[in-house]
């Protein structure tokens, strides 16, 4: 790695600070403060997307850290059609929304349609290393094959869903990443807050974040195509709580314990709406979950897993992910 980046068990996602019909109102004042009091914590790495909020994300993380050394950030993009210009005009106001004068982390945030428009935009992203713009190459959701094809271009890390109610990544891309020598950085620890302990029924998840393929598609949230896996779901959900009922492990610990149980999870990105929320995450990462539980975890959790059928892509039935 030429110039790494700084890299916490706990990294801290900013979607939450979007703003949008997903995430709902968010304080700007509050997720600054949580931004600044995770790096106080000891958190390294923050990640955004101009996606995110249309750049409000990106602000807020810019408003909070600036150019501070001691944090690493991480942004992202979808390539898909995008020329030459287009793709440097997305790193180019990226740097103005997060006042940095270097990206550490640009990031491919989907395979493209076309794979050689992957390759392509990875090819610009290392003209703009070039030029300091950006520190480090990463990409999000890449397969085994984007992976394949990819290789060589000095990509760091691959970001991929991974928690008890997606565990697809186990099944070759993970392992395919480590071999590459890329850090594997996992994101959607809680399902979105389904994992935490304050819903016990799918009907009372907020309907804005039905939109992964555990859910039906109702045409509105949901727009996967699929018929949806709330049966298996809801199960791994009782399932869940029953462990942690029965190991006295709180849910929000348990999910967490769960993720970094694993080996081949360099570092687990979460999102924290308030400082009471950080908190406990990062509590939690130092949870010690024992092995009985664990293999009951695996259990409950298999039904889902099967049922995900081997797509590793959460939101799409025709899978970007290759
Ligand atoms: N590369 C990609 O394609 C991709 C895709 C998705 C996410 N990501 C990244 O990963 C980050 C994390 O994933 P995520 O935001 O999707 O999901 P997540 O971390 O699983 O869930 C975050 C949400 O869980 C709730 N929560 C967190 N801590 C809690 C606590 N202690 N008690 C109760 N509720 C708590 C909060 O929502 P409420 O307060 O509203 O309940 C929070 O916004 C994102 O911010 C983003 O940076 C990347």
């Not at 992202?76 to 740097?95: A, M, Q, Y």
Request: hydrophobic share 35%; glycine share 8%.
């Amino acid at each position: 790695m030429s110039d790494s980046i700084l890299l916490s068990r706990l990294s801290l996602g900013t979607w939450t600070y979007a703003g949008d019909s997903i995430w709902s109102v968010s304080s700007e004042s509050e997720s600054i403060r949580v931004i600044q009091e995770a790096l106080d914590r000891g958190v390294a790495l923050f990640d955004t997307s101009p996606n995110y909020g249309n750049g409000r994300s990106e602000s807020i993380l810019g408003k909070a850290l600036g150019n501070n050394p001691l944090a690493s950030v991480a942004t992202k993009c979808k390539v898909d059609g995008l020329t030459r210009s287009e793709l440097i005009s997305i790193v180019e106001n990226s740097l103005k929304n997060l006042q940095r004068d270097t990206i550490d982390l640009m990031q491919v945030h989907w395979p493209a349609s076309d794979p050689g428009q992957s390759s392509f935009a990875l090819d610009v992203f290392q003209d703009l290393v070039r030029e300091g713009k950006i520190k480090n190459l990463g990409v999000c959701n890449f397969g085994v094959h984007d992976l394949d094809e990819n290789s060589g271009k000095n990509i760091i890390s691959n970001q991929l869903p991974y928690n008890l109610m997606w565990r697809v990544i186990e099944e070759g891309i993970a392992e395919k990443s480590r071999e590459l020598d890329m850090k594997v950085i996992s994101y959607s620890p809680l399902q979105q807050g389904l994992l935490t302990g304050k819903y016990t029924s799918l009907h009372d998840f907020p309907s804005g974040r039905k939109r992964t393929r555990h859910f039906l598609d109702d045409g509105i949230t949901a727009k996967h195509g699929d018929r949806g896996m709330e049966r298996e779901t809801q199960s791994c959900l009782g399932g869940f709580l029953r462990i942690s009922a029965e190991s006295g492990i709180s849910p929000l610990n348990l999910a967490v314990s769960y993720i970094l149980s694993h080996d081949f999870i360099d570092s687990m990105l979460a999102g924290a709406r308030n400082l009471s929320q950080l908190e406990q995450l990062i509590s939690a990462i130092d949870t010690k979950l024992p092995e009985d539980v664990k293999t009951e975890l695996d259990r409950v959790s298999q039904p889902l897993l099967e049922a995900i059928g081997g797509n590793p892509d959460m939101y799409n039935r025709k899978s970007r992910v290759r």
